[in-house]
């Protein structure tokens, strides 16, 4: 559904598979004590030189570094092109599309992400950037705790930060889902309508 989430997630399936084919980490390497040393055969069978350290073979830190060049150029231009923001260590991306709750959760999650919980005000202004750039609010990461009635994370974790916009959450049990407005201000709302997907990596 994320078109430039399929880009992301190959280039670290790549990086990956990579890395896993080279077999350079020490619990892989056969010899005990001895961390860093190339033991498996490659993808096409040629058999690597047994014993020697891996920073004499340049092969496997030249195509970890090309990896990363190539996401990192991948990130530049989806931050251009407003696809994507970074704050600190998270992610957050939109394709623009809106649906329900349930929906816009399950694109999150098959795209390796979650819904856009903003932690702190600095997140918040990343997240509230799409919502203003799509004009549709959008759904965060948030639901009404059915016990308690307090709204928390989909994980069950209390909230620490809050934007609620006055005299919200105002729904009495019947809206247990939260929308983000234009302003980045958050109020309940039904789950079923369509919102905007906001999602955080």
């Known amino acids: 559904m994320f078109s430039y989430s399929s880009y992301v997630l190959t280039a670290v399936a790549s990086l990956l598979v990579t ?6 980490c020490p619990e892989t390497s056969g010899l005990p004590g001895i961390p860093g040393l190339l033991q498996r055969d490659d ?17 496997p830190s030249n195509v970890l570094s090309n990896l990363k ?6 990130q530049r231009v989806l931050a ?8 600190g260590s998270k992610i957050f991306a939109s394709n623009g599309k809106a649906v329900d709750f349930a929906s816009a959760l399950q694109s999150c999650e098959k795209a390796g992400g979650t819904l856009a919980t903003p932690a702190n005000e600095e997140e918040n202004k990343a997240i509230a950037g799409f919502v203003r750039q799509y004009k549709q ?9 059915e016990s308690s009635g307090q709204f928390k994370h989909l994980n069950g974790k209390p909230l620490n930060y809050t934007k609620w ?6 729904g009495k049990g019947k809206e247990k889902c939260v929308e983000m407005y234009t302003d980045g201000s958050w109020n309940d709302k039904r789950c ?10």
Request: proline residues 3%; glycine residues 6%; charged residues 20%.
């Open 19 to 24: 890395c896993h084919a080279l077999c350079i």
């Open 43 to 59: 993808l096409k069978g040629q058999k690597h030189l047994s014993g020697l350290p891996v920073s004499q073979n340049k092969e």
């Open 69 to 74: 060049l190539q996401l990192s150029r991948l």
């Open 80 to 87: 251009l092109t407003g696809k994507i923001r970074e704050v």
């Open 137 to 145: 609010y959008a759904y965060l990461g948030f639901k009404q705790c």
């Open 165 to 170: 916009y006055r005299y919200e959450p105002n």
């Open 192 to 201: 079923n309508l369509s919102r905007l997907i906001i999602c955080e990596f």
